[in-house]
Structures are given as C-alpha cells and as structure tokens.
C-alpha cells in the first residue's frame, strides 16, 4: 500500500505544471549554451551540435552538396576482352588477367595497362552470376557465329562472358551436354558452342555464363503508342 501511494506521489510530481516549466526552462538553457559562442553562416547549421566540418563542406553554411549512393546491388564490372571470335585461340582466352570485381554497393580503382590484357577492356551491369565467378573475360563475337539473329536483320557484336574456372576445365568428366562451352581443338583454336562429348583432343578452356547483346531498336516497332515502343518503361 505504502508504494503504491509512492509511486501516485511520484507521478503527480512529474505532470505537475512547474515541473513541466522546469524542464523547458532547462531545455532552453542547453540550447543557449550551445551557442554562446555566436551564429556563424560558414560553420556548420545544426551539425555544430554534433560534430565540427571543414569551412566550406557539407552541411557548413546551411549549404547541401548534391549526393548520390551507389545501389545494394552487384557493382558495374570491368572486364578483360580475351579476344575477337571466331578466330580466338585457347591460349589467347587463358592469357588476360581477370579484374577483381567491386563489392556490392561499392567500386575498384584500376590502373589499366597492356600488362594487364593487351586486348582492352569492357564495361558491364553487375551481376550475382559475375560475382560468383571472379575468373570470367569477355568474347567480342560477330552474332552469326554464334547463332544469334536481332530485330534489325543485322549483324551485330555480342560479348560472350567465358568463365575460366569452371569445373569442366579441370575435369572433363564434368562436360554437361546441356551448356555452352568454350573448347580449344587441336590446333588451338577456340569453338564457343555444345557438344554431347567433348571431341577427342579437344579440351574445355572455359564455359559460357551468357552472351551480352547490345539493345537494338526494332525497325517501325512504334505503332503511335508509347507502350508499344522497346524503349518504354513504366
């Protein structure tokens, strides 16, 4: 019973209105005293309750730089180009060195040199599929040579992302009649393509992840609507 009575005591002291005034008395004393030291338009807005920044920088002088975030997705990758299919020996495809992909959300510096791959290099939306394979280069393939046709009735490059360290290039027995892969014959020469078995003397150099086509517009695919048009995004 006796706290019971304590505790209504306490209560009532806590709403009472000169502890309320009391509060916002002491409130408005912190906030002062924050700023004894004067306004100043070149330092920091409300951040001088925080934390003190460079003149000049965000944030000082209620001044905002724009800003912009990378995605939580798969980071851009740069790749290697291996070489130009067909026409690609094995020892041109094992011969570039695979750029280390970003994590997601953030990006790579790279000093680019012939050192590195001869052959050049080539930009890419990021994936889950690049990401788990760190030993992919990329293929500029004529489209015909591996079987693609585009809207246009045109030939077209297409990069074939060849992935160097899969299983199968280790192991034959691990040839899957069910993906493409990246085979040398016996002469070197690279064929992208499946097989059934991996003919004699031949060995897997690399499997194909997937081929990156170019966005060719249809011709006369506009019917007047703009959700007919390939480029329409809602």
């Known amino acids: 019973m006796l706290a019971s009575l304590a505790f209504w005591a306490v209560a009532l002291v806590l709403e009472s ?6 509060a916002r008395h002491s409130r408005a004393t912190s906030v002062r005293c924050q700023f004894q030291g004067g306004y100043s338009p070149e330092t920091g807005g409300l951040s001088t309750l925080t934390s003190e920044r460079p003149d000049g920088s965000h944030g000082t002088g209620y001044r905002f730089m724009p800003l912009s975030t990378m995605p939580k997705d798969s980071a851009p990758a740069l790749l290697s180009i291996a070489g130009a299919y067909p026409g690609l020996t094995g020892a041109q495809l094992l011969a570039p060195t695979a750029l280390p992909f970003a994590p997601a959300g953030r990006w790579n510096y790279h000093v680019l040199s012939g050192e590195v791959c001869s052959s050049g290099f080539a930009a890419l939306p990021g994936s889950v599929l690049l990401d788990e394979h760190p030993n992919t280069v990329a293929v500029v393939c004529t489209s015909p040579s591996l079987g693609l046709e585009f809207s246009d009735g045109l030939e077209h490059e297409v990069l074939a992302l060849v992935d160097r360290s899969d299983i199968a290039t280790m192991d034959p027995s691990q040839h899957d009649s069910q993906t493409f892969y990246a085979f040398a014959d016996e002469a070197d020469v690279v064929h992208i393509r499946w ?3 991996v003919p004699a003397g031949w060995r897997i150099v690399g499997r194909l992840l997937y081929a990156q086509m170019p966005m060719i517009k249809r011709p006369g695919a506009s019917g007047g609507f ?4 390939d480029e329409f995004e809602f």
């Open 17 to 22: 209105p000169n502890h309320r005034i009391a």
């Open 195 to 197: 097989y059934e078995t």
């Open 226 to 229: 703009a959700e007919g048009d």
